[in-house]
């Protein structure tokens, strides 16, 4: 059975019809899905969908780091405690957008690393540098990496992963996994391809980043969970691997990353 490891069904994309877009995705297989800061949306459809096991994350994006208040602190940690909340994410530092300060996303991506800490939480991180060939002062990548060496939380992803063979190499160093979603089926992202190539099976899982980025050849649609499914295919066929072999490793790699996951 397959596991979206990274999804926004709470997203007003899917506001239309919520459950539909789980009930496809149950019916090709998706045994599960992790909605990202939508802890509420698990909780009320955790039983929805026959089949389907629904978990959450809790976190303040780097969107929204300026915004964050106290209040938004103290919800922070109370879904922290939530058993269906998996991990603390999405979290992490954009610099394509730069929405929020890039010194404010760092204070505040210091902060929940040090939060996740406390509560033996791993993280889910979103890292975008500022450009395809970013300047030092540009690179994401080397701003988050210094923060989780310094803050260290215990384990957690790299979501929708699209470093090169370097910053793979080093978030694997650190202990932390690759997820790999529907960009790996785009045409000019070899490199991305290579990475999941070579990646370690105990260190790789797979997403869809839904209703973004869905997957040839699904492109210019909404992206679903169900073609969570056209993901694990394209890394199957990359790594000369059976489906259901991916399915399997996959799974089992959320369920050690993620132990709340039972």
């Known amino acids: 059975m397959l ?9 007003p994309a899917f506001v239309d019809d919520p459950l539909a877009p789980l009930r ?6 998706v045994s599960g899905i992790v909605a990202i800061a939508a802890p509420a949306f698990a909780r009320a459809h955790q039983a929805s969908v026959p089949g389907l ?6 976190g ?33 530092l954009d610099y394509h957008y730069d929405h929020s300060p890039r010194p404010v996303q760092r204070a505040v991506l210091e902060r929940q ?12 991180i979103h890292c975008r540098s500022g450009a395809s060939s970013p300047a030092p002062s540009d690179d994401a990548f080397d701003d ?3 923060a989780l060496a310094a803050v260290s939380p215990p384990g957690g992803v790299f979501h929708c992963f699209t470093g090169g063979p370097a910053e793979a190499a080093r978030a694997l160093e650190l202990g932390f996994y690759l997820s790999f979603s529907g960009m ?9 391809r290579d990475v999941a190539r070579t990646a370690p099976a105990d260190r790789i899982l797979i997403e869809t980043d839904a209703p973004y980025l869905a997957p040839v050849p699904h492109r210019g649609r909404r992206n679903e969970p169900a073609f ?13 691997v059976p489906l259901e072999e991916i399915a399997a490793v996959t799974s089992a790699n959320l369920h050690r990353l993620f132990p709340r996951a039972a």
């Open 3 to 11: 596991i979206d490891s990274h999804c926004h069904p709470a997203d």
């Open 24 to 29: 496809r995705a149950a019916a090709v297989g």
């Open 53 to 58: 096991k629904l978990w959450a994350t809790a």
């Open 60 to 92: 303040i994006h780097p969107h929204d780091a300026a915004q964050a208040s106290d209040a938004t602190w103290a919800q922070l940690a109370t879904d922290a405690a939530e058993p269906l909340v998996l991990a603390i994410g999405e979290i992490g």
């Open 113 to 124: 690393l040090a939060l996740a800490r406390d509560f033996g939480l791993p993280v889910s």
């Open 144 to 146: 988050c990496f210094a």
């Open 184 to 192: 790996l089926t785009f045409p000019k992202l070899a490199s991305l």
């Open 228 to 240: 969570v499914r056209d993901t694990a295919l394209a890394l199957a066929t990359l790594r000369g």
